[in-house]
């Protein structure tokens, strides 16, 4: 498992690389000066070309994409036009709270989703295979920003269990800071919850079947054995490998979550 996950984290990084070559090709492409919208409408041309050659604008698209890269392998992102500072700073400022947040949720969701998946899977055809995926359906049908509010609305304004916003750092303590994500957490990892549930029952459901559970089971293993030592271990590859897209996923939705508890994380 451990090989497997080195694998899947190695084979990330060109995908990486393509990504960020074909997001510096369209962002080449989209119409506009970035030098002209700098220096403003009252800008004089020698203005606006001084700004290009400062910026590096005035070079080509191939010396600029390789002094990017460059400068990226430096951990050099550079300066932000809008905020006036390093992007390196700004993100390591705000990173953290960000993470914490997909962490949290990621943690969440594949815990309850593994606990809901083989449940379900055991008891297959059942009320509680059936409630089991209602709930996934559910989870994956309603939008992270209305359950962000509704969990506000509920939790915070009426019953008063948890702040309505906010970040509580780690070092003023593990409970302020766990109280002041769980709800965003839940919000953020309800969705994925209920995809990994219905990947794990899958799963559970295909390996029970084959040949070395049924020969576990023939030898008087117990079934919490069965479960645990033989199904689990092969029920886990799908999920690990889905796992690397769900990562960027609640990376991606932690933007409209900070926005709804008002985290500061990167996305504001």
Not at 1 to 6: A, P, Q, S
Not at 139 to 162: E, K, N, R, T
Not at 225 to 247: D, E, Q, S, Y
């Amino acid at each position: 498992m451990g090989r497997y996950l080195v694998y899947r984290l190695l084979s990330a990084i060109p995908v990486l690389l393509i990504v960020s070559l074909l997001s510096f090709l369209i962002i080449f492409l989209v119409p506009g000066d970035p030098a002209s919208e700098i220096a403003g409408p009252g800008a004089s041309a020698d203005e606006v070309s001084r700004i290009r050659q400062s910026l590096g604008l005035d070079q080509h698209v191939g010396i600029r994409m390789l002094a990017w890269y460059q400068r990226l392998l430096q951990g050099d992102l550079g300066q932000s036009i809008l905020l006036n500072r390093s992007v390196t700073t700004a993100i390591l400022e705000r990173a953290p709270v960000t993470l914490s947040l997909a962490g949290l949720a990621l943690v969440l969701s594949l815990g309850l989703a593994l606990v809901l998946g083989v449940v379900a899977a055991v008891r297959q055809n059942t009320w509680v295979d059936q409630s089991a995926m209602t709930m996934a359906l559910l989870g994956l049908s309603l939008p992270d920003f209305w359950v962000g509010l509704v969990m506000i609305y509920l939790f915070a304004v009426l019953l008063g269990w948890f702040p309505t916003g906010g970040y509580v750092e780690m070092s003023k303590g593990v409970g302020p800071w766990l109280r002041s994500l769980i709800m965003p957490a839940t919000a953020l990892g309800l969705a994925q919850l209920g995809l990994l549930a219905r990947i794990t029952r899958a799963t559970m459901l295909e390996v029970l079947r084959q040949d070395y559970v049924r020969t576990a089971r023939a030898k008087g293993a117990p079934e919490r054995h069965v479960i645990g030592r033989h199904a689990l271990a092969n029920t886990l590859i799908p999920v690990v490998t889905v796992i690397g897209i769900i990562v960027g996923i609640l990376l991606g939705g932690a933007v409209v979550v900070e926005s709804v508890f008002a985290l500061p994380g990167v996305g504001r």
